[in-house]
């Protein structure tokens, strides 16, 4: 005699429920509206060789959006981006564009800054991805694009593409 296990419909409603609730809020890792006080601690390298805290670097842009775009001029996925970020910056005069190079040595950044052609606020990441800024941000991927709003809160905190509809959207606002 073959014996089967009936699961009650309300019971297994109720299982699946709580099973795409839990799955939801693993999923939905929010995220930050301010930098961590390391992060703004944390220093960066100018073109002319000085230390500069990332708070010292938004408060030069106190007032303006900022686009904060992480490269390095050896990333091919940032230089096929350039175009993207030169036409952002056409559209959007009014905008401060800060850069923030992952290269591995100073000589390369400047190079490449010089090579492509790039335009704004840029600063060197001496110690890379092993900074308590890069430690923050979780740099997975780069390029890496962030839009801070005019009050000093970060309104993209994870984009890709300088034409990405949320960055695109954030900055009109």
Not at 82 to 88: E, G, T
Not at 89 to 102: D, G, I, K, R, T
Not at 115 to 131: E, I, L, R, S, W
Request: hydrophobic fraction near 40%; glycine fraction near 4%.
């Amino acid at each position: 005699m073959k014996t089967e296990t009936i699961i009650n419909p309300f019971y297994m409603n109720k299982l699946t429920y709580i099973f795409i609730v839990f799955i939801s809020f693993l999923s939905c890792k929010s995220e930050p509206t301010q930098f961590s006080t390391e992060a703004l601690n944390d220093t960066f390298v100018t073109l002319n060789g000085t230390q500069a805290t990332f708070q010292s670097i938004l408060d030069k842009h106190q007032g303006k959006t900022i686009v904060i775009d992480i490269w390095a001029s050896w990333c091919s996925d940032c230089i096929k981006g350039m175009p993207k970020v030169k036409a952002l910056q056409a559209s959007n005069p009014e905008l401060a564009y800060v850069f923030l190079s992952l290269d591995k040595e100073q000589g390369a950044w400047k190079r490449g800054i010089e090579k492509y052609q790039v335009t704004g606020d840029h600063y060197f990441m001496a110690n890379g991805k092993d900074c308590d800024f890069a430690d923050f941000v979780n740099i997975s991927w780069i390029p890496r694009y962030m839009v801070v709003n005019k009050a000093g809160e970060i309104v993209v905190f994870n984009v890709i593409e300088a034409d990405d509809d949320k960055l695109l959207k954030a900055i009109k606002n």
